[in-house]
DNA sequence: GGCGTGATTGTTAGG
DNA sequence: CCTAACAATCACGCC
């Protein structure tokens, strides 16, 4: 059952909630918001959304390479601010 | 020792 | 301001 909880009522965690990192969909959707909608001009949220996500594996697993690596390391980045938030915290 | 959970991330668009 | 598809994530805490 793990029905990835539909963001409906976010609710707090931690005192000082480092939130973890962004996702290769993150960044990858920096470079496609762009793109994408330079192509679709008009283009409904809706339809950029499926559109987006389909390409965004359409591409090829090395294309998505560029966003994972920065995933990878965005994700070191949260890793630090939840180390000092624990510290803090503590 | 292995498990599941929840929380979060960012984009787009419009009322 | 918020939500919703789209996707990944993945660290955290726990017995």
């Given amino acids: 059952m793990s029905e990835?909880?539909?963001?409906?009522?976010?609710?707090?965690?931690?005192?000082?909630?480092?939130?973890?990192?962004?996702?290769?969909y993150m960044f990858f959707a920096n470079e496609q918001r762009d793109v994408v909608r330079a192509e679709n001009p008009g283009i409904a949220f809706?339809?950029?959304?499926?559109?987006?996500?389909?390409?965004?594996?359409?591409?090829?697993?090395a294309g998505k390479v560029p966003y994972e690596a920065k995933a990878e390391e965005d994700k070191k980045r949260y890793e630090l601010e939840?180390?000092?938030?624990?510290?803090?915290?503590?």
């Fill in 4 to 24: 990835r909880r539909i963001r409906g009522t976010r609710k707090k965690k931690d005192p000082n909630a480092p939130k973890r990192s962004l996702s290769a």
């Fill in 46 to 61: 809706g339809q950029i959304g499926k559109l987006l996500g389909e390409k965004w594996k359409a591409l090829d697993a």
């Fill in 82 to 90: 939840k180390l000092e938030y624990q510290k803090t915290l503590a």
